[in-house]
């Protein structure tokens, strides 16, 4: 689709400085990858901007990395008043105390491990999912499950890009 067809891509592309700014960080708090996709506008239709993210997320260093990660909250404990945490969390929401406890319980332990928030793209799993990967990954390198995170954010941003580009 053109950028005439999907009113939030044209309103990124048509929106000063700031304001690109302040729709960027909704998608991802790295000022890093805000600046590198804004940079790029206009945009003539989604896949370019899609385009933009991906380079913009790849070229993340690892403190950019961080800050990337510290804008989304742990799994099964989505932000107070936040529609989007709570939109791609929705998964664990009816999951059962039990698996939200352990959920916990390895969201704690996996920040001990690598020092940052478990980041998975949680839209359209289910809690049982989400336990699954989180088990999985505690076991990885640290630098593998950088790349994961990476890899993770990149589909996040793309689909948080999405509903941005669609007006939603």
């Not at 400085?17 to 003539?44: D, F, I, M």
């Not at 950088?146 to 941003?157: D, F, K, P």
């Amino acid at each position: 689709m053109t950028s005439s067809a999907l009113p939030g891509l044209s309103r990124l592309n048509a929106s000063d400085a700031p304001t690109a700014a302040g729709l960027l960080h909704e998608v991802c708090a790295s000022a890093a990858w805000g600046a590198a996709v804004a940079a790029g506008r206009p945009y003539a239709d989604a896949e370019s901007l899609y385009a933009a993210s991906d380079a913009a997320t790849a070229a993340l260093t690892p403190a950019d990395l961080d800050e990337a990660m510290a804008g989304h909250p742990p799994i099964g404990r989505p932000k107070a008043g936040d529609a989007t945490s709570s939109r791609e969390q929705a998964g664990m929401a009816g999951a059962s105390d039990a698996l939200k406890a352990e959920m916990l319980e390895l969201n704690l332990r996996y920040q001990d491990r690598f020092g940052h928030v478990f980041l998975i793209c949680a839209t359209g799993l289910s809690g049982e999912q989400m336990l699954a990967a989180v088990k999985e990954r505690i076991g990885n390198t640290p630098e593998r499950e950088r790349e994961t995170v990476r890899e993770q954010l990149g589909r996040i941003n793309r689909i948080r890009l999405r509903r941005l580009a669609e007006g939603e």
